[in-house]
């Protein structure tokens, strides 16, 4: 459960055009996971992932973990890495059950060039585009 006040942050960021998810989670710096361009430290990424498995456990629940790779250098594709913090959740964690399709509780992690996002939950916003951002356009059509 998300103390109060950020609670309130979310629920507030998730009410600003433009704003298509807002999620709360681990940030993980590249130069902790990343020597080099074809290397991967697992450990703390493995860690951080089942820490955030441990504490969203719900008995009999099923589970999935979710890639999303902005950053396309990383040496493993989505479905290793998936596959390899889904087996690490299931070895030191009472999660049992994996449902790609609809899982009861998905985790997420999102590659970026600078870091790598933990979460747990992705709160939806009301996206769109913010005040004043677009223009005007006239079309003439025969």
């Known amino acids: ?22 999620a709360v989670g681990s940030w993980i710096a ?13 450990e703390p990424v ?15 629940a099923s589970f999935a973990v979710k890639i999303n790779r902005v950053d396309k250098t990383l040496p493993l594709d989505s479905q290793e890495l998936g596959t390899w913090l889904g087996d690490a959740i299931r070895r030191r964690s009472d999660w049992e059950r994996v449902e790609l399709k609809s899982p009861g509780q998905p985790f ?5 060039p ?12 009301i996206g769109g585009l913010p005040v004043g951002s677009s223009g005007q356009v006239l079309s003439l059509l025969s």
């Open 46 to 60: 493995e860690e951080a992932l089942v820490e955030l498995a441990l504490r969203h456990y719900r008995p009999h």
């Open 1 to 22: 459960m998300l103390p109060h006040q950020v609670r309130r942050a979310v629920d507030a960021l998730t009410r600003v055009a433009g704003v298509e998810t807002a």
């Open 114 to 125: 600078d870091g790598l996002f933990l979460s747990a939950e992705k709160i939806d916003g």
């Open 30 to 42: 590249s130069r902790e996971v990343r020597p080099s361009a074809d290397e991967l430290v697992r």
């Open 108 to 112: 997420y992690l999102d590659i970026y």
